[in-house]
């Protein structure tokens, strides 16, 4: 089953230990459905999971695509998973460049590095795209949590729980 997960999958788990991969667009509802569960999940699990996000900011979402770039600029400065829980808790209409600028503000990002890490961002939400489309990523939320494929928000914490316990 490994082996028919995507490159990506397969590169982020290569480091070992509970790895979540999780494909998003912040502003998507039910990527942020997902999250919520998730993020409890993680919190119940008794070791440490690394969450390697993948950007797929879909065209319908006026603003996902800047809160995709706001959330590589902060994981830039070491600052992803506490800009990834600001960017799905912030209401949709708020990830716009300024309201992203200031989300990344109150969560310790320096502006001036976040400001010149645009460019560099906008690639890599170029490139996830690229790379999740490739992979045969259909449907908002997808996760990965070993060699399970979740797609959709209908998993339960205690499904995720017992996947990230495997």
């Known amino acids: 089953a490994a082996a028919e997960l995507p490159a990506f999958v397969r590169a982020a788990q290569a480091a070992g230990g509970p790895t979540v991969v999780e494909v998003v667009d912040f502003e998507c509802p039910h990527c942020r459905r997902m999250q919520a569960r998730l993020a409890a999940a993680i919190a119940r699990t008794p070791r440490p999971v690394r969450v390697v996000r993948k ?11 800047e809160a995709a770039v706001a959330y590589c600029c902060a994981e830039a400065q070491g600052k992803g998973e506490a800009m990834a829980e600001a960017l799905f808790a912030a209401a949709p209409d708020e990830l716009t460049a300024d309201g992203c600028a200031r989300i990344a503000a109150r969560i310790g990002c320096d502006p001036a590095r976040y400001q010149a890490d645009r460019a560099a961002a906008e690639a890599r939400v170029a490139a996830d795209t690229a790379e999740v489309r ?13 060699d399970t494929r979740l797609v959709g928000a209908g998993a339960s914490e205690d499904d995720l729980v017992a996947l990230l316990a495997r």
């Open 134 to 146: 490739a992979a045969g990523v259909r449907a908002l939320p997808t996760v990965f949590i070993g």
């Open 55 to 65: 950007m797929w900011p879909l065209a319908m979402h006026q603003h996902a695509r």
